[in-house]
């Protein structure tokens, strides 16, 4: 199981919060992203072709910033749901303000009592159950939607 509760929990994933200066207005993050980071995010919102910023880092050698993105504290939970997923989870969890991945290796005892702990906080499971990954196909054209 992997778990995501705070904007560093991402910063693995390729998803860097750098300062929170950078909005005018006090209310976004400011992040370089990987490109195991852009694709997370572009999968969150569903923009396969993902454009972003230039990167304010280079990040490193092996896994250099593709970009820079500011995005408000309230699209951690989303964000998280994404990488666990992108990442191999099989499903994700909502539980309070806590996001939990399930692997493919946990085992139904460790899933069954954590699912017990969290019982009164769990709030949604999500798993991609679509057609076409985080997407599903149009039924009539065939087209991924």
Same mark, same amino acid.
């Given at each position: 199981?992997?778990?995501?509760?705070?904007?560093?929990?991402?910063?693995?994933?390729?998803?860097?919060?750098?300062?929170?200066?950078?909005? &005018?207005? &006090?209310?976004?993050?400011?992040?370089?992203?990987?490109?195991?980071?852009?694709?997370?995010?572009?999968?969150?919102?569903?923009?396969?072709?993902?454009?972003?910023?230039? !990167?304010?880092? =280079?990040?490193?050698?092996?896994?250099?910033?593709? &970009?820079?993105?500011?995005?408000?504290?309230?699209?951690?939970? !989303?964000?998280?749901?994404?990488?666990?997923?992108?990442?191999?989870?099989?499903?994700?969890?909502?539980?309070?303000?806590?996001?939990?991945?399930?692997?493919?290796?946990?085992?139904?005892?460790?899933?069954?009592?954590? =699912?017990?702990?969290?019982?009164?906080?769990?709030?949604?499971?999500?798993?991609?159950?679509?057609?076409?990954?985080?997407?599903?196909?149009?039924?009539?054209?065939?087209?991924?939607?």
């Amino acid at each position: 199981m992997k778990s995501i509760a705070c904007w560093n929990d991402v910063a693995p994933y390729g998803i860097v919060a750098l300062t929170g200066e950078s909005c &005018g207005l &006090g209310y976004r993050i400011l992040f370089d992203l990987t490109e195991q980071g852009r694709r997370i995010v572009a999968a969150c919102f569903g923009i396969p072709q993902f454009v972003l910023a230039e !990167p304010w880092n =280079r990040g490193a050698a092996d896994d250099p910033h593709v &970009g820079s993105i500011m995005l408000s504290r309230e699209l951690l939970i !989303p964000i998280a749901v994404f990488t666990l997923l992108e990442t191999g989870c099989t499903e994700v969890w909502l539980v309070g303000d806590l996001v939990i991945g399930i692997e493919a290796g946990d085992s139904e005892l460790e899933i069954d009592l954590q =699912r017990k702990f969290h019982e009164k906080s769990f709030r949604r499971r999500l798993a991609y159950h679509g057609t076409a990954g985080s997407r599903n196909r149009h039924v009539m054209s065939g087209r991924v939607v």
